[in-house]
């Protein structure tokens, strides 16, 4: 898990520049305020004060995923002095009531605030909420209870991400052939899709972009079978495809492998993958990952409850508030970036609006 | 103890100018006991060398269990055994098969899906590099068969075999590990008298050959016909020895039960024109490109009428009655019971319809050996009172007969909660036909309904058969027993591969007649007596 | 399909049952099936039909199914039922992860063998010396294993660099082999496109390059068992001990003994399945993915005999593989063609053998496939996926079934209780 | 034979009761080999049934458990191991809960609507286990075959059919089937004290337990079904259609796997069938049928215990402890209450034959008169 902040501390740095700019949305300044101070707590209030209680998708901490980032800003937090009170993880298959107990669990030892990862929290904390409204509550990648007095709706535009690393890899890509391998087929991960396809559409009309997934829901294993992972990408690359981009958590080490394998290139996800230990064998086909900065976001809701000013309601990370992004590390694409940063701010201008959807 | 003492107990015995010498096998005071059972209490046994021993004793009198104590399949909780002079203990059959003692077991022992000779070396097999030595198994074997008649193709799946030829594959696995010592427990059961006279042969060929036989039998003529001395234990214990020359049946029978041998017979006839089953030109097909194995089958049986059915096992007697059961389609001609048609009808309609059915198998086909008595008495009427009422069991009836039956036919149980397991044979067969005979049924079909049986049970079961009949049932009767088919038989019919191929009039016709005509030797001799009973 | 000719060696079956084909009219066979795919392969051009990568892939998917089947296999020729090969496969993942990612991929293998071998061994105890229920024992230990795996992933793996809590560090991989120039030049001919010489070329090179060893080790383990099951003193054995023990035991055979040789085979084999997932990746929690099960049905399918499982095996991993590895999902269109073609010879053989409703119920599928050809260019990934499933299916329903387990299979033994 | 009824009793209870001390002996061993302290572990588990929530939590889960048991047991009766209820119970929630959630069913009255759900359901079900039924009956396929593969394949329909052009709708980064509107579910008990009601449904399990039960020991066809399974060989001499028992088994095998998904539908506060519906109930409810060795009353306790430790995971992890020793328990439980219900059943057997034994010594005894005589 350490690995995967420095990854991202390295990612905040990479794009600092860019955060700087915000606009007057009244969640995303809360939200961009410390988001630009992710790379370092900046809490103003007593940390000792704020009891934090977390509670994992089935990947829990360990995921090397999303998970993980969670973990990361959870471990700054103690490491600033706040409390945490329990970390507690999903099981596989697991009916609402067992995540309804969870929190309820949290609430039970202390919690002031507690943070649920994944929408599969959505139907429980909207329960467990309302029961204990003097707690406040944060969900990652869950927007329906954005108006829920006491829960923060963290969620993310992970297709405009997407849409850069599209660039990147239309840039990057000599066949015209690129490629998108998901982890599983939910409509999360159709959102890394489409994005990734209208940006390398937008930049190379002519190119095309091949897309499949690993495993069909309720079958999560898409997420970390990168022996899978390693014959799907060896299928695109061997058929003239020369970039993929893996939006498949674990899954996406068999991507590396197989660009590795067949001397082409492959995007990451999540945190800078490039700066992960696990993969440090096959860094050097990884040119870029787009970053989605849970930790960022679950710091921002961790660092607000320190600073007394709590946040709620909707809580959109997007390329406004830098709360997505993409890395450079290894300069695989230094060339591209002035393109990249073009797209990125007719995004923010809203001349480019990205699909979210798959059509 | 001394190589050359005497068995205690039993008075000395004529031996037919036999080799003397240590006895081959000396078992002392051998008490065997089972949860619950005592099945040999301080037996003394002892067989000399280079003869035939028989052992005689009813059902459950321990014989088995005294055998496979000297197989080494089970310890004996007390006594000694001598082989040879030598005393001997036995953890596993390899120890006894190691001092040359071999065994042919009541119940066949024998790997149906795999070939003879694979069964044949099982456990002593020869191999010449690491693999098995298929051609030096097989000439061994093949030469075993010549030298003692004992005729098998080796290289034959043991599920395509007929019983004869598996007994002479049991005899040769047997012969195969270079036994001296033979134990036969009950191996003519299943055999018709010509498998019985060669196996007789082969038998008296092993002994000249110098081998000791101990041959377990139900049936006294043969004993008597075969052994040099007779040992009879009843109840876990020896009772007594016997010389078969001097001995009779009923004397032997006396030792065994202390009660006189039943004989089957018929009294008066009390068959009437009425006729209850009628097979006309039935066809039942051998499965794809098998040649059929019933063909143009006619058959008639009267109210009050007895049909024996004799043949050698595996000509069509198992599917004649799978056929009239409805477990087989029948692939031609027509089945009227009483004048209706059930030639399509289901195994339950015909059932419902009046036909009993008491199995071959007990184990397989009779009995739910988990189930409890009760249980098993509803099996084969679980749609009719008072086993069921409409699409209910109803237990309080069902359990009412059941005692009924436990009682009418002497079935020794503690109650009608207990599993059929715990029953002996003969108390589960008596279940089986009191269950059977229930609901009275205008039709009984009985294959080898005393196989196996001892002779109280047999008399008890046989007596059954002789009111119903006189009540107006229709009996088909199928046995191997050719004595009880000639004594409780209005009327005799010869099946022979998968053909009607004579009637006979069992008052007149003599066992080797029917034997001759059962193994086809007879077709010209032996000409079909005239129809009886019409 | 094309893959199974290496596999599908004409194994000694008894007697009567054989399927009295001889090698050459095995390789007659696999020539007009190759012959059939690259016509189709042409038409539709749909290269990753039988494409050296398809191959590749196949292979791979193939691999852990067929040595999860040769699993199978060699517990219930001993008579004793082993739904618990998932979990030890489990087992042997982790096994593998553990000593892989510290001290090499073979000593990896070494003790993911050996953890699937305590699986086997556990399964023994309960089913052979206890006596209970198969059945039981294999579903306790496919609770057990994944448990118990992830359970000590969380205590060993969380803190060694680049380990999760679910995850080992990564495993390197086993030696794979290419045979240098054989490989290259099959590829030109390969990239030639010609009829037949182009798909037998792939074939042959999706088989010689960068092969696994530990494929090559199941290739020979699958022979190997056949020769031992079917021409050893042990096989012999051990297959009376599933047919009859009884009267193996009448004979002075230790039946215990070898029940307890073969299940712990079975778990071994189980663990290297395992292990074969992990070289060259890492141990995750849910790798094995249903394998075990795919396997005993691959066995199933082979009616308990190691070519048949070979066969089953390939053409369940022949499937899967091409349905991951075909990227622009034209070959799994293709393959409805293929589907098709293969049931109408499977209808005009039921028909030939009298099964007339059969023959229809194939044609009418058949029919299904084409017009569902012709009528979409793409299918749904969804159901794509399903392919490898619904193919095995459908075998098993049309292929003629005279399966044959052994005669005491799942049946409990007592020592002296006959 | 009150004598051996209280036997069987007693018997009976010593099994589960010592298996379940023996799990813990080992798990403690795991514990305490692994840096925990199986005091604080165990106590924490124990500690979670105070709350009301997890009491409740785990009577309504243990209902959905009780209702696979059964699906599976029918199965196993005679012999047919239906692997496939996962795949039943998966594709029936699905399709039923597109029909509760369609447009048209809010016209409809509630009872109405309930009961078209219940109904789809038991039919889906029941269809995708007679697929097996119907392989196996005319094709000879192994149902374990079979079953295994419509598994898969069921994943794969509903992933095709929970799609937005077809059957489901987006909710977020979730997608599920439309919600069930106001009435189209069944109401649930609430408890003060408890953020968890008890669901309404548990009353079904408990339903089709005791028509199970009463199946199974009082009509023809549980007595069919029984003998089938006991002996195939005898069950066809006796006149019953095996071909037609396997079809009736499977499809009622199946049309109970139906009702798996029903209490988390028409009870739960999701209302719909989504990415988070309950998954692997199938295989859950394969363990707990042979706990409870397929026995009516045997499967609600082992549906308990399997349950109650479910349900103790969290609280495990609160005091740092892995969820899977919860997983690893059960695992331990299933083998060590078989292993002692072998032996116990050994030592039933014994007491019996020696019953036997001394009955037929009681009736025969006499008989022993004559002795020795010989020629
Ligand atoms: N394995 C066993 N377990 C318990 N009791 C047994 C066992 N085998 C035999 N018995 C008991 O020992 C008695 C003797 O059985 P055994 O089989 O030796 O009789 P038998 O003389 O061979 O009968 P049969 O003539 O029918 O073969 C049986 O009646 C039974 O009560
Ligand atoms: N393996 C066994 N376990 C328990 N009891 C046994 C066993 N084998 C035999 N018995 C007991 O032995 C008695 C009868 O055994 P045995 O086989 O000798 O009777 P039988 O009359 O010969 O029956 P059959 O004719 O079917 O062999 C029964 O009480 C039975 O319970
Ligand atoms: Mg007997
Ligand atoms: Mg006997």
Known sequence: SGSSSSGTTSAAATTAASSAQSAASSAATGASGSAGAAAEPSLTGDPSSVKVGLAYDIGGRGDQSFNDLAAASLDKAKAAGVTVVGELTAGAGEPDSAKTDRLNQLVDSGATDIIAVGFAYATPLGEVAKANPDVHFAIVDDSSLADVPNVASLTFAEEQGSYLVGVAAAKKSTTGKVGFVGGVNTPLIQKFQAGFEAGVKATNPSATVTSKYISEPPDFSGFNAPDKGETIATGMYNDGIDVIYAAAGGSGAGVFKAAKATGNYAIGVDSDQYNIPSLADVKDVIITSMLKKVDVATWDFIASAVNGEVISGQHVYSLKNDGVGYSTSGGFITEYVPDIEKAKAAILDGSITVPSTVG | MSPDATPTGAPPTRSPGSPAGPAAVELTGITKRFPGVVANSDITFSVRRGTVHALVGENGAGKSTLMKTLYGMHQPDEGTITVDGRQVTFHSPADAIAVGIGMVHQHFMLADNLTVWENIVLGSEPVSGGRLDVTGARTKIDELARTYGLAVNSGALVEDLGVGARQRVEILKVLYRGARILILDEPTAVLVPQEVDELFGNLRELKAEGLTIIFISHKLDEVRAIADEITVIRRGTTVGTADPKAVTNRQLAEMMVGSALPVPELRESTVTDRVVLELSGVRVGGGAGERDVLSDIDLTIHAGEVLGIAGVEGNGQAELVDAIMGIRPIAGGTIELAGRDVGHLSTAARREAGVGFIPEDRHRQGLILEGSLWENRILGHQTRRPAARGWLIDRAAAKADTRRIVEAFDVRTPGIEVTATSLSGGNQQKLIVGREMSEDPVLLIASHPTRGVDVGAQAAIWEHLRNARANGLAVLLISADLEELIGMSDRLTVILRGRLTGTYDPRSVTPEQLGAAMTGAGEDAAAPAPEVGQ | ?418 | MIGTRWRRFLLGAAAPVGALAFSVVITSLLLVTTGHSPAEAFGAMAGAFERSRIILGTVNQSAIYYLSAVAVAIGFKMNLFNIGVDGQYRLAAMLSAAVAGAAWMSSLPGFLRVAITLLVAMAVGAAWAGVAALLKVTRGVSEVISTIMLNAIATFIIAYLLTPQRLAVLDGNNISTPKITEGGQLPVIEFTGSTTPLYSLVLLALLVGVLYALMLSRTVFGFSLKATGLSESAAIASGISVKRMVVSAMLLSGAVAGLIGMPELLNGTAASYSLNFPTGIGFTGIAIALLGRNHPVGMIFSALLWAALDSSANALQGVGVPRELVTIMQGVIVLSVVVAYEFVRRYRLTLEAKDVARALAAKTAPAVATKGASS
């Not at chain 3, 030049?185 to 999706?206: N, P």
């Not at chain 3, 017009?371 to 399903?386: C, G, N, R, S, Y």
């Open chain 3, 1 to 418: 399909m094309s893959v199974d000719s290496d596999l599908a060696v004409p194994l000694p079956t008894s007697p009567r049952r054989a399927r009295n084909l001889t090698p050459v009219m095995w390789l007659g066979i696999v020539a007009i099936g190759i012959a059939v795919v690259s016509l189709v392969r042409i038409w539709t051009g749909a290269n990753n039909l039988d494409s050296s990568g398809a191959i590749q892939a196949a292979i791979t998917a193939a691999t852990p199914i067929a040595l999860a089947g040769l699993s199978g296999l060699w517990s219930e020729r001993a008579g004793v039922v082993n739904i618990g090969i998932e979990g030890m496969m489990i087992l042997g993942t982790f096994g593998a992860g553990y000593a892989g990612y510290q001290w090499g991929a073979w000593a990896g293998v070494a003790f993911g063998v050996f953890c699937g071998l305590l699986g086997g061994m556990l399964h023994a105890l309960v089913t052979v010396t206890v006596g209970v229920d198969h059945i039981i024992s294999g579903v306790a230990i496919n609770i057990l294993a994944p448990g118990l795996a992830l359970y000590l992933s969380r205590l060993l793996f969380t803190d060694a660099p680049g380990g999760g809590q679910r995850q080992s560090p990564p495993v390197p991989d086993v030696g794979r082999i290419t045979l240098p120039w054989l490989s290259d030049w099959l590829g030109e001919i390969e990239d030639k496109g010609w009829f037949f010489v182009s798909d037998l070329a792939g074939i042959l090179r999706g088989m010689c390059t960068n092969l696994s060893l530990l494929t090559v080790l199941a290739v020979v383990l699958i022979i190997a068992t056949g020769f031992v099951l079917w021409r050893t003193r042990l096989g012999l054995r051990l297959r009376s001990c599933g047919e009859a023990p009884y009267a193996a035991e009448s004979l002075g055979v230790n039946v215990y003994w070898y029940k307890y040789v073969a299940v712990m085979m079975s778990g071994a084999l189980a663990g290297l399945a395992g292990s074969f997932l992990v070289v060259g990746l890492k141990f995750q929690d849910g790798q094995t993915g249903g394998r075990g099960y795919i396997g005993l049905a691959a066995m199933i399918f082979g009616n308990w005999r190691p070519g048949g499982m070979a066969l089953g095996a390939s053409l369940f991993g022949y499937t899967d593989g091409v349905q991951q590895y075909d990227a622009s999902g034209s070959a799994m269109r293709a393959f409805l063609v293929l589907v098709a073609i293969a049931l109408l010879v499977v209808a005009v053989l039921q028909y030939r053998g009298g099964h007339r409703i059969v023959a229809g119920v194939a044609v009418v599928i058949a029919a299904l496939c084409l017009w569902w050809f012709a009528a979409t260019d793409e299918l749904p990934q969804q159901l794509v996926k399903a392919a490898p499933y619904a193919i095995t299916l459908l075998v098993m329903a049309l292929a003629s079934q005279n399966l044959r387990m052994p005669k005491a299979d799942g049946l409990i033994y007592r020592k002296g209780g006959h």
